[in-house]
Structure formats: structure tokens, C-alpha cells
């Protein structure tokens, strides 16, 4: 989202810069400043939306999909940590790994200080707003940073292996810093439920380009999903599509590189030529477009094509890179990241019904005959699991679900079980070192 106010935020979160100079800048608050005036409650929400987005346009998506390869994508750029993804030989010192964590840790500290600091806001709507986007950021960056940095949430219970620490406090102050140990993978997930459910209950319908209550519904349909709760998946994702306001949008292309959000958009990151990053745009575009070099660092390789049989326009939304072969989604430097977007709502609706032997909204078949209706795709008669999960993998491509979906179903990935050590991130050997409670993962001891 905007990164207004960064050099705030940068002395907010690390304590206070050395004060060198006799002339305080007006941009900037001090932690004795910063609860002065309830405007800066709304400040500090943008500023977790902008840590945020740093990661959510396209590098934590990245991480997903490279993790998740079986030879459908080469790597081609020059960062040892991707290939180290790529590879899953991932080392405790990786340091993108730090930075995710840092920087997740970093969103969630400005939120705490927000909820911690709602009786600022005299207005009943505003408090409301503010406390809503506050516990969607926070449910939301647990929500990512449980599904790399801890074992797969298991549907038949348990869930009892190291998950996260779980952070109330915002801390403005170095001497305000505490050492939490790790929950399990269990309580994480509760309060990622509690966050959004309470997001949900205080967002407005519509709220600009920042999170409203639907968005909370949307990613509380994804969270569902991720647990094996298809029933409340299903009613979350009906929820969204009956009532948000949005839909698919008419073709393929208009549902990407978009510098508006568009109408299939239920939340994408903010990108402009001053504000944002779409690193989307710099792993998965070539340099004629805004990526990093002339093949794009990361490519489509034949093995994916096989997903696809008779027309379908998603088997032909891509360009030449210099002799290799590149997504076109990501073609716009600086369109906006779609995140949260409707067609995922269908997907999630329609494996969901299935399972539970349902037809809320539309019957599976329908749903994902309606969905390949958009790309010219011929409809499938007599539609299976299997169908609807090959449906998911051609629609939601290099968009950072495959990680997720392979452990939710229980995939070996590349040979590896989904439930392997080896597919775990270590936690950061900063955070290790710096923080006696800490437990790392198994695998990545010294």
C-alpha cells in the first residue's frame, strides 16, 4: 500500500534515530510524540500496510511457488536465496528468510500499537476502522509467516508443533522489548481466526484501496481452506461472491497488470511510480518490462504446459524473453498486485462444495465450468476433485499458491513428504542468537 511517512516509521521501529541534529524534521514523531494526536493511529496503519507490501506484492508468493517446483519453472537470476528456494536447501542464514521476518514482525508491532492505543479515537466509526485493519494485517502476516516457518497445520487435530510468537505489546521503546518463545501451530491459527472474524465485524463493505470486511471474509475463506474446514470455507467464499460487489472480470487479461483496482480485485497492494514495489514485475517480467533481465529471472518451463488440453486462453498468456518463455501477468511495472481477487473465491467455493456434497451459490461443476467459460476453455462434463484441483493450479499460477496447496493435500513436492523438515524455513540465526526463547527448526541447528 502507500509508503507514506517511511522515515516515521523507520524511527518508530527502531527506537529513535541518533539525534545529530539541532532541528527535529517535521515529518518525524518521536515515541514521546507518537500518541499525541489520534491522526497518528492511522499513519502507523499505513506504514504496516507498506512493511506489508514490501513482501506481499510478490516476494512471499515468489518463495511459494520456487519452493513448490518440480521443473515447471526455471530459476535463472543471480540471488543465492532463491536458488537456495528453488533447490529446498534453504540455510538458517538465508537472508531474504531475515527479512520476511523482520519485516512481518515489524507490520505487526504498528498494528499492536494502534490496537493498543484506540481510545485515541474519540469517533465510534473510526475506532471501529482502525481496530478492523489493525487485526487484518496482524491475522494476516501470521497467517503467511505459520505457513513457512512451521510443520503444516493438520485437519485431524492436534497442531501441537512449534507455530509462532504470538506479539500483543507494540513496543515504541527499546526498554519495552520481551523475548516471547514460539506458540504452537494450533494457537496461531486461532488468533489468525480472531483476528479476521474480528476484522470482518468492524470493517466497513467498502473501505478505498485498504482492507474492508470483505477482504477479511475473503482470507478467511483462504485460511478455512488451508485448515480442511471446507464447510466454513465454503459459506466464507459464498459470503464474498453473493455480496462484496465483485466479480470476475470479462477476460483474462483485464484481470491483471492494472494500475486501478479492478473489479475481480477484492485487495491488491498499491503500486505506483513513487510508491511500491510489484516484485512480481522485477522476478517474473523481463527487463523490457520492468524485471531484472532479459529472460526474466524466473521462467515457464514445458513441463507446466501439460496442465492444459484444447483451448484455453491461459495456456497463451505469456511472451518470449529472449528464447524462454514468460507469464504475462506480471507484465505491468507498476500495476497493482492483486492479492485477494474473486476468481480464487469460485475455486474455493467449488472444491469446497464438492467435499461437502453441496451446491451452495452454484454445484461445483457449474462454478468451474463458469470460471473456464472466461478463458475459452471448453466446460468439463462430469467434474471430479481431481478436476477442480487441476482447475485451481491452471487459473491461480505463479501467484503464490502451490506451496500451500501442495501441503494442504498432502503432496510430496519433488520427491520431499509435505510434511518434511526440509520444507519448513528456519527461523532467522539473528533471532536465534538474539533471542535465548526462541526454538529453531529441527535441520537447521549449528
Known sequence: MKKHHIFLLVCILFFGCDNNLDIEPTNTLT??????????????LLGAYAFADNHLAGEFQTVSELLANEGNLAYRGTFAQFFQFDRKEVIATNGFIRFLWAN????????????NNLDLAEDPALRDRL????????GLLYFEMVRYFALPYEAAGG????????????????????????????????????????AYDLLPPENGFRADAFAAQALLARVYLQQGNYAAARDAADDVLQNSGHSL?????????????????????????????NNFNTYWATIQFGGRSQT?????????????????????FFYSGNGTTVSSK???????????????????????????????????????????????AAPIIGATLQDILEERQRELAFEGHRFHDAKRLQEVIDGIPYDADQLVMPIPQDDIDTNPNLEQNPGYNN
Open 104 to 115: 512481518a514482525y515489524r507490520s505487526i508491532n504498528l498494528c499492536n500499537i494502534v490496537l
Open 31 to 44: 515515541p514521546e510524540t507518537l500518541l499525541d494526536d489520534p491522526d497518528n493511529l492511522d499513519r502507523l
Open 131 to 138: 481496530e478492523g485493519e489493525a487485526k487484518f494485517m496482524r
Open 296 to 316: 526474466a529471472d524466473i521462467t515457464i518451463e514445458p513441463p507446466f504446459f501439460d496442465l492444459f488440453t484444447g483451448l484455453d486462453d491461459r495456456a497463451s
Open 330 to 376: 506480471w507484465q505491468g511495472q507498476f500495476a497493482n498486485a492483486p492479492f485477494l481477487r474473486i476468481a480464487e473465491m469460485h475455486l474455493i467455493r467449488a472444491e469446497s462444495n464438492f467435499r461437502e456434497g453441496t451446491s451452495v451459490g452454484l454445484s461445483p461443476e457449474v462454478e468451474i465450468n463458469a470460471l473456464r467459460a472466461r478463458s475459452n
Open 159 to 198: 497442531n501441537t508443533q512449534l507455530g509462532l510468537p504470538i506479539v500483543f505489546d507494540g513496543v515504541t521503546d527499546v526498554s519495552q522489548l520481551s523475548y516471547p518463545s514460539r506458540k504452537s501451530v494450533e494457537e496461531v491459527y486461532t488468533q489468525i481466526l480472531s483476528d479476521l472474524q474480528d
Open 249 to 277: 472480470a470479462p477476460d483474462l487479461p483485464s484481470a491483471f497488470n492494472n494500475e486501478v483496482d479492478g473489479i475481480e480485485d477484492i485487495l491488491a497492494w498499491q503500486i505506483t511510480t513513487q510508491d511500491g514495489t
